[in-house]
């Protein structure tokens, strides 16, 4: 279960109406095969969903794979739309970045980093 309390969200301090975040049921699962190649499976159900949205449910899947421990790359799915990335690996550090395609915005780009010590 995610946002059981279902907070509602204001931007900024003069917005006169706030945003619900609604409640929403998630099932899923992982599976790592020989060390290298994860894949997951999400099932999302939200109490209510935005109407530019087709249905209520969707239906989310991925897979990530590892080269030398060092290198990713992954490619996923959330709906209808699709994602891509690729990631680094070191000892003291982490790089990701991604490609998300979104119907209302277009293309969005993602870039993360870790550090670690």
């Not at 609604?22 to 899923?28: C, K, Q």
């Not at 060092?70 to 490619?75: D, S, Y």
């Not at 000892?91 to 998300?100: C, E, G, Q, S």
């Amino acid at each position: 279960m995610r946002n059981l309390g279902e907070p509602k969200l204001k931007l900024l301090s003069t917005t006169e109406e706030t945003d619900p975040v609604y409640t929403e049921f998630r099932l899923g699962g992982t599976y790592l095969f020989r060390e290298v190649m994860l894949l997951s499976v999400e099932w999302r159900v939200p109490r209510k969903v935005p109407a530019y949205y087709q249905g209520s449910t969707s239906l989310n899947a991925g897979i990530e794979l590892w080269f030398y421990d060092a290198f990713a790359i992954r490619t996923g799915i959330n709906r209808d739309r699709i994602a891509a990335g690729v990631g680094v690996k070191a000892k003291y550090f982490r790089v990701d970045v991604a490609l998300l395609s979104e119907r209302r915005i277009g293309s969005l780009y993602r870039l993360s980093a870790i550090f670690t010590w």
